[in-house]
Nanobody
Framework: QLQASGGGLVQTGGSLRLSCAAS????????MAWFRQAPGKEREFVSF????????TYADSVKGRFTASRDNAKNTVYLQMNSLRPEDTAVYYC??????????????????WGQGTQVTVSS
């Protein structure tokens, strides 16, 4: 199971850090990803970190502002979000799976999902 937390209300330009704790297994053998879904829109890719570690891969809309990281010892992944904008407002979901690289941006590639945490950025 995945449990996401850390969402909230923040002003434009502010920061939030989301956490996603994995239980009942280990996250270290999975690619961990973040997606988001704004009202009336489809779920969209935000970032992923391969199980092998290394730097994350990001959507162009968040590149340079968001940083994904993972602590395999704690079975937890994080999404540090800086310079937040109103268009970042959405429910953020963490996900775990074993996609091949070419499909790692697709929500259908992930088996396990957290319940989502609301991020609201006020203008």
């Amino acid at each position: 199971q995945l449990q996401a937390s850390g969402g909230g209300l923040v002003q434009t330009g502010g920061s939030l850090r989301l956490s996603c704790a994995a239980s009942g297994g280990t996250s270290s053998s999975y690619t961990m990803a973040w997606f988001r879904q704004a009202p009336g829109k489809e779920r969209e890719f935000v970032s992923f970190n391969r199980y092998s570690g290394g730097t994350g891969t990001y959507a162009d809309s968040v590149k340079g502002r968001f940083t994904a990281s993972r602590d395999n010892a704690k079975n937890t992944v994080y999404l540090q979000m800086n310079s937040l904008r109103p268009e970042d407002t959405a429910v953020y979901y963490c996900a775990a799976g074993r996609p091949i690289l070419s499909t790692a941006r697709h929500a259908t590639s992930y088996y396990y999902w957290g319940q989502g945490t609301q991020v609201t950025v006020s203008s």
